[in-house]
């Protein structure tokens, strides 16, 4: 049965911006890592008779995002005033971009399993600041109460709002992880979402399919993982059907994400949504961006990942999954195209493509995963990778044994040379004493010679299987078994 609905998303994400400094005043904004209330002045404190400064460098990072995301870069910015009053707001009112932001019209590619590449419109990327954060704190036998920490008031951030294209909780996964991607490979932000500087609001709706109006939208704010977005949205999408299907409205709400229990709870209806009184910003004059300043910007924008994957896959000859999995993190991909060079004389560039993709694609994302590592903590240099690469193709050392090298290489660098020394790892390949090896095997198993004999070419395994334990699992797999398979062909010839 054809579906009946249509899920229309958007998406709206917060990404800090990577600055030293605040947005409008000269206070660090390494936030993170500083005890509260340390990276302070009385502009971010929001004092009375204070003037706010632009971050040139904000407007460059905002810039070269729009650029990433095919945006159109204004001639003319300006700055507005967003008023609300919450404790986490210092002057009561969050200097923002209203109707002229710095990129507008823009978009980005999106691919969901077999289907064909669609394209996500971005309606516009603006700057703003942050706003300070709230600690809520609840005695055991007394009163609860809130602190605030200023350190994150006034450090600058960039919104990244899309058009409503998506219309799946699927395709709503794959822009936000390419979002972040692009992101992550033009530095503009850490976007690291578990820190808080990504986080993501989703607008969804259901409107019959074939209509062009909009259903009535529900908001789902400041989800804090991939995950916990791709779950919100998929629970609010099959919630809004089943109210439609039975005949109900859905009402225009803001609704929160609750991990735990799996579900959107409502928090704030439409009779109380926000009026702004948008209004300019008076204490900042507006910015004009030069054409010059906006091709400077463009010089600095690396090879996206798009075009990197395509590389992979065109020159490189990865898989497509290969290419996917690898231009997801942004270091993998450093570590992918430096250690390559090194293999450039001794192995077919594709086939040398295909091994360290492997290793990084697999075993350093299983190390990863398992050790919780950031990339900072991971050891492995490229030269090294290449090294170990070269090794298991010299046939010196087999594939079981390169694994316990890699994972040593990951937790404490060092030569795999070395490592596999130390660990007596090596393997044998010279052929006369593997053969006094097999000889020996044969003769210690004589039942299992007789079931060759006898047409039992299982046997053949076993008696391999012998030798390798012998060997401690140095001999040659490849070598030992047409070793095997000839010695006990010359005993069935008469
Ligand atoms: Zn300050």
Redo the contacts with the bound molecule.
Sequence with gaps: MPDKYETVIGLEVHSQLLTTS?MF???GSDYQDSEPNT???????GMPGVLPVVNKKAVDLVIKTGLALNCSISPETKFDRKNYPYPDLMKGYQISQFDIPIALSGNLAIQVGDAEERQIGITRVHLEEDVAKLIHRKEPYGDSYSLLDINRA?VPLMEIVSEPDMRSPEEANEYLTNLHSIIRFVETSTANMEEGSFRCDANISIRPVGSEELGAKVEIKNVNSFRSVFRALKHEETRQRKLLESGQTIEQETRGWSDERGTTLSQRTKEYAADYRYFPEPDLPPILISRDWVKKIQTQIPELPSAKKERYIEVLGLSEYDASVMIADKEATVLFETSLPFLSQSMNSKEAAKTVANWINVDLNRMKNEHKSTWNEIKIEPAELAKLVLLVDAGKISNSMAKAVFDEMFINGGDPNKISEDKGLSQINDTESIQNVVSEILLENPSAVEDYLDGKDSAVRFLVGQVMKKTKGQANPQVASEMVTAELGRKREP
């Design positions: 605040k005043c000269p206070c990276r302070v002045c009385p502009v971010c404190m006034g």
